[in-house]
């Protein structure tokens, strides 16, 4: 069944329209989302339509349990445009033409399986990007002396492939676009406003690829979008070994930072963050244990949280990790809402939220789900705001040297219905920690773009991850 064709709907039924580009939102990974709206509402929902086209979802059941239904569905829509970046680049970490680039399938659960919402749908295979030299590969020539980029626009956003050696132009590019006074972009006139940055290590994936090798021009006029291909930066620890750590701190002269070792409570060692939205901006406030009153407390609220910009830095090499540069604006700490505060002191005397803090204690030290370890759950605000997720993070591991600092933080994430966990490594200049939190392990790092060191310390931030990178590659 189509878009276009009419439905018979019965009495117990209604449609409700989902735009184009947006389906993955309604049904969120493996889906997990729309499994959980299901359960919910208790409503039956089927999706009629094509993948990246406009669908609509025809609800049956009880009008009470379609209004849920409806509900829970338009709140995953309103979170479709959280994460979109305005300026985003992909370079390539390479100073001399490379004979070819090819990608390379990675192994996937999903790879060949079917998707269980449009059945005759196979799942996009997903690869990593490899770096040739060897002679034996194609020998197209290389046209890359145009000094501007390619650039792609979606829906106003600016996107882009090219190679390291656009670096400065593309922060200037990011400079000028969030400099820029218009709707819907912050500048830097308005004082309130914060931007926040850090480089973090993983593997950057490509979907939806047409050719398995490309010279370097082809690479630089790829195109994202409907037509063209996707990118995902998957975060990875991997390549941090304990061998790789002690290389680390031989060759950068890092030094660890034992910030846990005076715990003596878990939940001294956990920072939870509530991200919500209000009037479709993106905001979150803080939690943190406190030890003297046995409870948890609102330490900090932030809004209008927004993705400026991303820069993607593709090592081509098997064992060097790809690097990601993140960039978000927020507005400066806002004070503290009192109807949170109460929220979260009420919180913690329900039933709900106690047995599961005894769960948590009577099994330290032993094997547990997940979902089983947070003490803070996304269900918990159903009907209070509209939460979009709920993480709980620790820092495991801290590294710094006199310029720089390197965190490893794991994070147990609630979000649709669905905990996953995911551990990360990120590098920050110390130059961008503005100030402590209160929580004394958790720093903020951000920087102002009037800053003339603003763009010099980006730079030299991320020729240093790439130096790391390479190092641990070696």
């Known amino acids: 069944m189509t878009i276009n064709q009419k439905i018979e709907l019965k009495e117990n039924q209604e449609i409700f329209r989902i735009p184009k580009g947006k389906s993955g939102y309604i049904f969120g990974p493996d889906s997990s989302n729309l499994n959980r709206i299901r359960a919910t509402s208790r409503a039956e929902i089927e999706i009629n339509g094509r993948k990246n086209q406009s669908c609509q979802a025809i609800i049956t059941g009880t009008n009470e349990q379609r209004i849920k239904a409806v509900k829970l569905l338009e709140e995953s829509l309103g979170r479709s445009n959280s994460y979109s970046p305005i300026v985003g680049f992909t370079l390539l970490d390479e100073l001399n033409n490379p004979k070819s680039l090819s990608f390379k ?104 690829i047409s050719k398995p090798t490309l010279n370097l021009s082809e690479w630089n006029e790829l195109k994202r979008g409907y037509n063209g291909i996707t990118t995902a930066f998957l975060h990875d620890v991997s390549f941090f070994d304990e061998k790789k750590i002690k290389k680390l701190k031989d060759v950068f002269r890092f030094k660890e930072i034992n910030n846990l070792e005076n715990k003596v409570d878990d939940r001294e060692n956990c920072f939870i963050t509530v991200l919500y939205k209000e009037k479709e901006k993106k905001n979150k406030f803080k939690l943190q244990w406190n030890a003297v009153e046995g409870c948890w407390k609102i330490i900090k609220s932030t809004k209008n949280i927004s993705r400026q910009a991303i820069i993607d830095i593709v090592s081509g090499r098997n064992h060097s990790p790809d690097l990601r540069f993140l960039l978000k604006s927020q507005k400066r700490s806002t004070p503290i809402n009192e109807k949170h505060h109460n929220m979260i002191s009420c919180l913690q005397k329900t039933e709900n939220f106690l047995k599961r803090l005894d769960v948590i204690s009577k099994n330290k030290g032993t094997f547990l789900k997940d979902g089983d370890k947070m003490y803070f759950r996304q269900e918990d605000f159903n009907g209070k705001f509209k939460c979009t997720s709920v993480r709980q993070s620790i820092i495991k591991r801290q590294l710094t040297n006199d310029k720089y600092q390197m965190n490893f933080i794991s994070t147990l994430q609630d979000e649709d219905g669905r905990v996953t966990l995911e551990d990360t490594v990120n590098l920050i200049d110390l130059s961008w920690i503005s100030s402590p939190s209160p929580n004394e392990y958790e720093q903020i790092a951000t920087m102002d773009p009037k800053n003339p060191e603003f763009t010099k310390s980006i730079i030299g931030t991320i020729n240093y991850a790439r130096n790391i990178s390479r190092t641990i590659g070696e």
């Open 105 to 208: 399938e990675i192994s996937s659960e999903d790879d060949g399986c079917k998707s269980s919402v449009f059945p005759n749908v196979i799942p996009h295979r997903k690869y990593t990007l490899e770096i040739n030299h060897s002679s034996e590969m194609i020998h197209s020539r290389f046209h890359n002396n145009n000094n501007n980029l390619s650039i792609n626009n979606l829906s106003g956003k600016i996107y882009s492939f090219s190679t390291i050696l656009k670096l400065e132009y593309c922060l200037a590019k990011i400079v000028g676009q969030i400099s820029n006074n218009r709707p819907g972009k912050f500048h830097q006139d308005n004082s309130d406003d914060e931007f926040r940055l850090k480089i973090n290590f993983g593997r950057e994936l490509f979907t939806k």
